[in-house]
């Protein structure tokens, strides 16, 4: 543009060779033809300034921002990236739960051991004693509870007729209470004296006849005893009694008397007949006669019920015995798990890391710490936070690719096993812990610093495009006539292009897949430098997980 000088009037000089100047008219219009001219100087600037000036974005670049790629097939990866420490798959810190001396600890470190295995074998002798003290106190808790319980039945001891019933239901009785008497009428005794020198050939078990008084009906009974006390009988002759058993037929009574001859030796004196047993039944326990099960005159077997005794007290009592005997089996069978773990043995299969404790050392549940250490170490295992914007996205079973510092050129791989729903929020952004197990894990130890990368989609043959031929809004230009030199090689007119708008897939951070908006072999233009409508302006999609 060319400048136009205004002359103004000035203080006479010497005269000098006048040039030819552009005179503007000299009426209002001739401002009006200025502004204008200032108006297009400043939007000439602003266009250079936002559209044609290199780098400050607004519209397409000026030539030489650009280079062109293709729309092409290429192996695509996405991967979620994290860190973490690997151990084993499991351990155990072996710690003693009882207090003695090792007695035995048959391995060493290094060794691999079995789940089961002896480890450790301590001195029980206290643990030992204590069982056989808590079995003592079963025995003496259950005797107690089968003693009362027992007692609140009255029992008849031997079998016979029941003379007496002394209880009646409602009765209160305790121990010795009599409750009834009975007596065995189906044999008698009756005892007779013989002369003392008579007695010297007599023996127990010898048959004898014995005759009734009265009836004179006679008989046979057995020797039952033969006293070896000389009494003084009638007269002032010496006898001694021999005590003699029959049968009962079933009219005798202790009203009958009898004499008796033993072979060709008689008596020298009658007398009456005797129940072979008479007894009173007692209560052995306090309570109330619930039941009454016999009268007088009823026929009992040994055994036989005769009454039972119940009521609160009773029942209480029972009770209390009852809750006595839980409690000692409960102590023998804590006594017996104490013995159990006098004999240490491995928890898990694995391999032993440490052995702090030798046989002949002695061990405190307190104050001791581990005996020993066992690794599983048939996996390592990787615990890695993924955030919740990619939880989604991993599965149990992906493979994930690991590296290490310690180990520079490596890849190991390894798979998800779970991941965890219990996630932890920290500053208002949530994360989750996966697990991630590696079976072949070459040189890794256990606490090594590793890095993980979880494949969450592998293409073969994605359509791809640089990621940072994407602009905002998720759009792409793509070059039209006169965009391009004329070998086809070099932009030399970006602005000749068109914002054409696609569909993006999953990317690496390098090349993001194009699902629609493109087709193989169109070409692109890709800005030298991320620009401000570049790849910042991708959708998450396109953008890989990190």
């Known amino acids: 543009m060319e400048t136009t000088q205004v002359l103004t009037p000035e203080a006479p000089q010497a005269p000098k060779k006048k040039r030819p100047s552009l005179h503007l008219p000299k009426n209002k219009k001739g401002g009006k033809w200025v502004r204008r001219a200032a108006i297009l100087a400043v939007a000439a600037l602003g266009i250079y300034w936002f559209w044609v000036r290199p780098g400050q974005g607004g519209g397409a670049p ?32 072996l710690k003693p739960l009882v207090t003695g001396e090792v007695l035995e600890a048959p391995f060493e470190v290094g060794d691999q051991v079995e789940k089961g295995q002896l480890l450790y074998r301590l001195d029980a002798k206290d643990a030992e004693m204590s069982i056989q003290q808590a079995e003592l106190t079963v025995r003496q808790a259950q005797k107690s509870y089968d003693d009362l319980a027992a007692n609140l039945t009255v029992r008849a001891s031997s079998g016979g007729v029941v003379q007496k019933v002394l209880v ?11 409750i009834a008497e009975i007596a065995d009428t189906s044999t008698l005794t009756v005892v007779l004296p013989f002369h003392s020198a008579d007695t010297q050939g007599l023996y127990a078990g010898q048959s004898a006849q014995v005759t009734i008084a009265g009836t004179l009906e006679t008989l046979t009974g057995t020797v039952e005893s033969i006293s070896t006390a000389d009494l003084v009988g009638p007269g002032g002759a010496l006898v001694r009694q021999v005590k003699i058993r029959v049968a009962n037929p079933g009219a005798l009574t202790s009203a009958n008397s009898a004499t008796a001859q033993i072979g060709d030796t008689a008596c020298a004196g009658s007398g009456n007949f005797e129940e072979a047993l008479r007894q009173t039944v007692t209560a052995q326990a306090s309570g109330e006669v619930t039941s009454v099960s016999v009268t007088a005159g009823s026929r009992v077997s040994a055994g036989s019920s005769l009454a039972a005794l119940g009521g609160s007290s009773a029942q209480s009592s029972l009770e209390d015995l009852s809750i006595a005997l839980e409690n000692a089996k409960l102590s023998l069978q804590r006594a017996q798990d104490a013995l159990d773990n006098y004999t240490i043995t491995a928890p898990i299969s694995g391999t032993v890391i440490e052995k702090n404790v030798k046989a002949g050392d002695n061990v405190n549940n307190i104050e001791s ?22 939880l989604s996205k991993i599965k149990d079973g992906q493979t994930v690719a690991i590296t290490a510092d310690a180990i520079p050129g490596e890849i190991f791989e390894g798979r998800v096993d779970r991941v965890s729903i219990n996630g932890t929020t920290a500053n208002g952004f949530t994360t989750y812990p996966a697990t991630i197990l590696l079976e072949d894990y070459g040189g890794l130890n256990p606490g090594m610093n590793v890095s993980a990368d979880i494949i969450v989609a592998q293409l073969k043959s994605a359509l791809t495009i640089p990621a940072s031929a994407v602009q905002r809004g998720d759009t792409v230009l793509v070059p039209q006539a006169g965009a391009l030199s004329e070998d086809g090689s070099t932009v030399i007119d970006p602005t000749k292009s068109e914002e054409r708008p696609v569909t993006l897939g999953g990317g690496d951070g390098t090349y993001v897949e194009i699902t629609s908006g493109l087709n193989e072999g169109d070409r692109i233009l890709v800005p030298l430098q991320a620009q ?15």
């Open 62 to 93: 000026a030539m030489g921002q650009y280079t062109l790629d293709t729309a092409q097939p290429r192996e695509l990866t996405t991967a979620v990236s994290g860190t973490g420490t690997v151990t084993p798959i499991d351990s155990y810190y």
């Open 532 to 546: 401000g409508g570049g790849a910042g302006g991708m959708s998450g999609a396109a953008v890989a997980a990190s």
């Open 369 to 390: 710490g581990s005996l020993a250490v066992i690794y599983d170490l048939s996996y390592l295992k990787l615990e890695m936070n993924i955030s919740e914007l990619d």
């Open 168 to 178: 009646q239901r409602g009765d209160q009785v305790s121990p010795g209470t009599p």
